[in-house]
């Protein structure tokens, strides 16, 4: 890419391309302002990419506009735009992308080569688009691990002197769309601050302090490495997990482009923040998913270990006895004995061989952070279920549930209310 290093300072906004969207409804149902889209046309303009990634297309408003002004300008480049939908958020009966389709139908952009790459993260994608990127545009799911995981899985396949654009930079602060704001949707405000290079952004007049929505960075991979902050980036809260399949594209792209110790950062970042995003509540795991792997759990264990004893435990053990083998027992395990002083009730300390064993957490979650850096210290924590307390309130649905019934699944009755008390009395 041929740069005037000044131009860094100063890129204009370019609206001219943007006349495209008058042509389709609802403006071609872009995600960002004339701003910003404005000033992404700037910096294409300004930089004059050979190979574009736009990560994250929705209906393609957007490409329509960023073609309209490689056309204008007569750059001549490659453009992948990148989606894990293939149909259309907005509207599932279209496919992504559908308004650039519906211009490219109509102009011809004989400088441009575009491909739509749908269905995959781009850490899959990439194995079709290759290196030596030079531009990229992020606009994927605004809070992390989003963008982030999306730049981390770019990074070794960017030109040293690559340009990226952030969409989305203000919206954990502006709220766009959210009447209560939008908190966690800083994915891409994390990206910008923790990569190395020469930011840019305009202040956008049009909202609250001026505070822009877009910002751009220029990497400097040469002489500024951003590694370390990347990933240590990913141990700020997440508020998704990406579902399975995703993860494991992340995966094979760190594996493959970073040494072990990031690679067993990402790992760990995936572990703490299911732990913390179950703990407030903001991660559900479905009953029967919980449910099965319990009954699998029970069925596997030669040994079988209640943590706590009281209520809870005892009620876990109720469920145990009634529903499975109650033979496997040994007993409740607690953090001090002078606490409990039943026949059945082992201490933590005194546990050691736990091969086969399955340790079934029977307290209340308050207790959960202490009980579990216990069985961490101890090296035990694998045998805990479930593991890192996640899937815990659902655990107890389902014992609850099953208990009140003795297994019985009366699935129209109110377990909570009236009905449910006067039961329990005449089946005592
Ligand atoms: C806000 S919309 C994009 C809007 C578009 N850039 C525009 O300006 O009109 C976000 C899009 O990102 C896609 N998406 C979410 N996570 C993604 C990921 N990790 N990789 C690729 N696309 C993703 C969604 O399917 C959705 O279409």
């Known amino acids: 890419m041929e740069v005037n290093t000044e131009v860094i300072k100063k890129i204009d906004l370019y609206k001219e391309p943007l006349k495209i969207l008058a042509r ?14 404005a000033f992404l046309c700037g910096a294409i303009k300004a930089f004059r990419p050979k190979k574009i990634v736009e990560v994250g297309v929705a209906a393609g408003g957007t490409t329509a506009v960023i073609l309209n002004c490689l056309k204008s300008i007569g750059c001549i480049c490659e453009i992948y735009s990148v989606d894990v939908c293939e149909q259309c958020y907005l509207d599932i009966s279209k496919k992504t992308g559908f308004i650039a389709e519906e211009m490219l139908k109509e102009e011809l952009i004989d400088t441009v080569k575009h491909e739509f790459v749908l269905g995959n993260t781009i850490a899959a994608a990439l194995d079709r688009i290759g290196g030596d ?7 994927t799911m605004h809070s992390l691990p989003g963008e982030l995981l999306d730049f981390i899985s770019l990074y070794h396949s960017l030109d040293k002197k690559a340009v990226v654009i952030f969409h989305d930079i ?12 939008a908190p966690f949707e800083y994915a891409s405000l994390v990206t910008l601050a923790t990569t190395m290079g020469e930011e840019f952004i305009l202040p956008d007049h049009s909202r609250i302090a ?9 990497l400097n991979k040469e002489i500024l490495c951003s590694i ?11 508020n998704y997990i990406p579902d399975i399949r995703h993860l494991e594209e992340y995966r094979q792209r760190i594996k493959k482009e970073y040494d072990e110790q990031y690679y067993q950062m990402f790992e760990q970042a995936i572990e703490c923040n299911m732990f913390s995003l179950y703990r407030r509540q903001g991660l559900e795991i479905p009953l029967k998913t919980v449910k099965d792997e319990f009954e699998n759990v029970l069925k596997k264990a030669e040994k079988i270990y209640i943590y706590g004893a009281g209520k809870i435990g005892r009620e876990v053990e109720k469920y145990i006895r009634n529903c499975f083998d109650g033979k496997k027992i040994r007993g409740h395990i607690i953090s ?20 086969c064993s399955v340790i079934i957490l029977g307290l209340h979650e308050k207790y959960h ?15 805990v279920f479930p593991y890192n307390g996640i899937g815990f309130r659902e655990l107890m649905k389902v014992i609850e549930y099953e208990n009140r019934f003795y297994g ?3 699935l129209y009755e109110n377990v909570y209310g009236y009905e449910q008390s006067i039961r329990e009395g005449y089946r005592y």
């Open 408 to 410: 019985k699944f009366e």
């Open 336 to 355: 001090d004995k002078k606490m409990n002083t039943c026949d059945d009730v082992i201490e933590l300390s005194e546990i050691e061989n736990m091969d």
């Open 210 to 218: 001026g505070l822009s929505n877009i910002g751009g960075m220029r």
């Open 24 to 37: 389709f409804e609802n403006k071609g149902y872009t995600g960002m302002s004339d701003f910003e889209l």
């Open 228 to 238: 370390d902050n990347l990933f240590l980036g990913l141990f700020i809260n997440w």
């Open 133 to 139: 990127i030079d531009f990229v545009i992020l606009d």
């Open 170 to 181: 203000g919206q954990s602060q502006l709220g766009i769309g959210n009447i209560n704001g």
């Open 369 to 383: 952070l202490e009980v579990l850096n216990s069985l961490y210290q101890k090296g035990l924590s694998k045998y």
